[in-house]
């Protein structure tokens, strides 16, 4: 372990502590997370730095960190159910309200067995890894790794056209045996969508945007987090049964997505009025029987709905048209975020190679700015 802080922006040693500005990197080590967030440079388990504050859900609150052993940026995730907790007490305990006490410790339960699970079967494919569960301030913090690259709703943004099937087939392939893996093991992850898919630069997609049950369920006991387009129809009602078939919606959609760039219909409006339009009627391209696999895999009814992910994997492949070729695919998509990020006069090319626009995103270029050493 480090003998001196680490800047959570470069990485190395800050010796007056957190706070004016990073001696290496200029940046500020002065603490600016919302109130009731853990304040920037808190230690946690004796080997991590909380950094600064990302986001919020049902389940908690999201911090860039820093691995203090491995020097490497991480992901804190902390259960923080904000209709479920009063705040912190003075010494950083976090306070259920009265009379959701026990509430609060069978949802910080399910959210730590949750990330037990995924830390004992990550590092698989197309999954991204949870490195690090742990308990303190009477809470629970499960980290993940973190890795140079752009979500899949950016990526597509990106393009000039759409996927062929075979490249989303392709694409998705880490993505969709990954889930298969969670099913074995007894874990739905019910957020499937482009900003929950990561595509990094020295590797194939990973899925992340892990989540408890109750967090991606209507009407339960936490503030919802529900994907429109994505979600599956049985995930708006705390009535219903979620299971792999609730995953197979998800990854029919974001195929979808891909093939005709358009987000499926929100599920509850389509279960007033179906006028989900099928990706061949969306985009000419689209095989008619590739269309029919998606129809089959977005069914509202989960009864008829396909049921597992090596099915739908099975039946998105045309056994007599071209195979997948994920070296090429890979190697053009590493190729030009290297370019973006190197300013490299091969950006035209290799862009053109994996059919994106001329000009580079400045979203896109930032993802893939590397910190200051």
């Known amino acids: ?10 990485l190395e040693p800050v010796r007056s502590g957190y706070h004016g500005s990073c001696p290496n990197c ?3 080590l002065e603490n600016h997370n919302p109130e009731g967030a853990l304040p920037l440079g808190t230690q ?3 080997h991590y730095t909380v950094g600064e504050y990302q986001s919020a859900d049902g389940d908690g609150l999201c911090y860039r960190g820093v691995d203090n052993d491995e020097r490497r940026f991480v992901l804190i995730k902390e259960y923080f159910p904000v209709t479920l907790c009063n705040g912190r007490s003075p010494d950083g305990d976090l306070m259920p309200k009265e009379g959701r006490e026990v509430l609060f410790k069978t949802s910080r339960m399910d959210f730590k067995d949750l990330y037990d699970d995924l830390h004992r079967i990550t590092p698989e494919t197309g999954l991204s890894q949870i490195l690090d569960v742990m308990e303190e301030n009477n809470t629970v913090y499960a980290v993940e ?3 140079k690259g752009m979500t899949l709703t950016h990526y597509l943004k990106l393009r000039a056209r759409t996927l062929t099937p075979v490249e989303a087939r392709t694409l998705l392939q880490p993505v969709m045996e990954g889930v298969a893996l969670l099913h074995k093991a007894g874990l739905i992850h019910r957020g499937i969508c482009p900003d929950n898919i990561l595509l990094p630069i020295d590797g194939t997609a990973r899925l992340t945007g892990y989540g408890t ?16 387009g994505y979600a599956a129809p049985e995930q708006y009602s705390a009535a219903e049964f979620s299971g792999r078939y609730t995953d197979v919606y998800a990854l029919a ?10 987000t499926p219909v ?3 409006q389509r279960k007033v009025r179906d006028s989900l339009e099928s990706a061949h009627s969306l985009e000419a391209g689209v095989p008619t029987w590739f269309s029919q696999v998606l129809a089959c895999a977005l069914r509202l009814d989960p009864a008829r709905r396909m049921q597992t992910v090596p099915e739908l994997m099975s039946a998105l492949t045309d056994p007599n048209g071209p195979q997948p070729n994920m070296d090429i695919l890979l190697a053009c998509y590493r190729a030009s975020a290297e370019s973006v990020r190197n300013g490299s006069n091969r950006y035209a090319i290799d862009r053109a190679m994996l ?19």
């Open 1 to 10: 372990m480090s003998q001196l802080p680490l800047c959570p922006h470069c």
């Open 26 to 28: 200029g940046k500020s």
């Open 44 to 46: 946690l388990g004796g």
């Open 145 to 147: 790794e973190t890795e």
């Open 213 to 228: 049950l109750a967090l991606r369920t209507g009407g339960r006991e936490l503030k919802s987090q529900l994907y429109p």
């Open 253 to 262: 959609a974001v195929c979808y997505k891909m093939v005709t760039g358009q």
């Open 266 to 268: 929100a599920a509850p």
């Open 355 to 373: 059919g994106l626009d001329d000009q580079p995103s400045t979203d896109f270029t930032a993802d893939l700015e590397e910190p200051a050493r």
